[in-house]
């Protein structure tokens, strides 16, 4: 077992900081303590992490020191690049990124949907390369090889699912952004706002976006009206709905497949119906709707990490941490103006 900075500190009766500011020589511990400090890591077989010791380079230097240790950021989608054509994943990756080479780290990308790779695989290769930490991002075809005890990792997930045990994980704040989004259409004088839904979707988010517009129905609000949550959605099942329902508004995930749809009943959006995306919305984007704050989730996500690395902890966390990142409203010209 890797000996810690809190092992040391424990022995000696100090605390962590200390022990961290004797092992980097720092003038602010005296001489006495630092010496005693040295003395004991070294009895203890303490051997500083790479990591810290590039946090520590890049801080004195300004710079990413030489041979930079490796935080994995491993992908489960349906090809190596999809995450390039996602501008959601390209944000959160180079929120990562960007954030790891400030701290004298650099990230590489692993595929976890290449032929015969598994949980198990993966853990081994980075753990035998030395890398220390891993990125999972769960939302993709092969999101359910990620369920798995990552052996002397440490990891953080972000994505549209927990994993199984569940650890560490960054997500948007789906509950808050529906809340935000039906306020929102509530101030443009919308009584009648529906909700449509690839049935997969509200589970794999936590059931947050259809737990906010069903509790708005609970409270007396506008969300009055049934979701339409379909497992195989298709334009005969929206059109039902819509004549049923009559929504003025409509919140969706994907939006320019819905516009299409209405301009098959020949309605126009945002004249006759208005259309929201629920966090697929781009910034200063046609489509009105919330827009993920995924490059502060990288951030995050990466912080959360690197913390974790310098405690040595890894594997299972019996303190499981989750942070939620509200996302914004961008106007668009998808539904009437105030």
């Not at 004797?22 to 400090?37: D, F, M």
């Not at 300004?62 to 054509?85: C, M």
């Not at 081994?124 to 990125?135: C, E, K």
Request: charged residues 25%; aromatic residues 8%.
């Amino acid at each position: 077992m890797n000996v810690t900075l809190k092992d040391i500190a424990n022995k000696l009766g100090i605390s962590h900081s200390t022990v961290s500011l004797a092992l980097n020589n720092s003038p602010k511990v005296a001489k006495a303590t630092r010496e005693k400090v040295l003395k004991t890591a070294k009895e203890m077989g303490y051997t500083a992490s790479p990591y810290v010791s590039a946090l520590m380079a890049a801080r004195r230097k300004g710079q990413d020191p030489k041979d930079a240790p490796v935080i994995a950021l491993v992908t489960p989608n349906r090809t190596p690049d999809y995450w390039k054509n996602r501008h959601h994943l390209r944000r959160f990756i180079s929120g990562c990124t960007t954030t790891a080479q400030s701290l004298g780290i650099r990230t590489e990308l692993f595929w976890i949907g290449e032929k015969n790779m598994s949980a198990q695989r993966m853990n081994d290769i980075l753990y035998n390369r030395g890398i220390s930490g891993a990125v999972l991002m769960t939302h993709g075809i092969w999101g359910n090889r990620l369920d798995y005890e990552w052996k002397n990792l440490a990891t953080v997930t972000y994505g549209a699912r927990s994993l199984e045990p569940d650890t560490d994980w960054v997500a948007a704040d789906f509950y808050g952004n529906m809340e935000s989004t039906l306020g929102e259409l509530q101030n443009l004088s919308y009584k009648r706002i529906g909700f449509s839904m690839d049935k997969p979707f509200p589970y794999k988010h936590h059931n947050r976006w259809l737990s906010a517009y069903l509790m708005q129905q609970k409270m007396g609000g506008t969300a009055s009206l049934e979701p339409w949550l379909d497992s195989e959605p298709s334009f005969g099942g929206f059109s039902r709905w819509f004549k049923k329902q009559k929504p003025e508004v409509i919140i969706c995930v994907r939006p320019l497949r819905i516009i299409e749809w209405l301009s098959r009943l020949d309605l126009h959006v945002p004249d006759d119906v208005g259309v929201v995306a629920i966090g697929t919305a781009e910034k200063d984007g046609e489509v009105t709707g919330i827009v993920e704050n995924t490059r502060t989730s990288g951030k995050l996500a990466m912080e959360m990490l690197i913390d974790r690395i310098h405690r040595g902890q890894f594997g299972m966390y019996s303190d499981p941490q989750h942070i939620v990142v509200a996302g914004r409203w961008n106007v668009g010209r998808t539904v009437r103006q105030a």
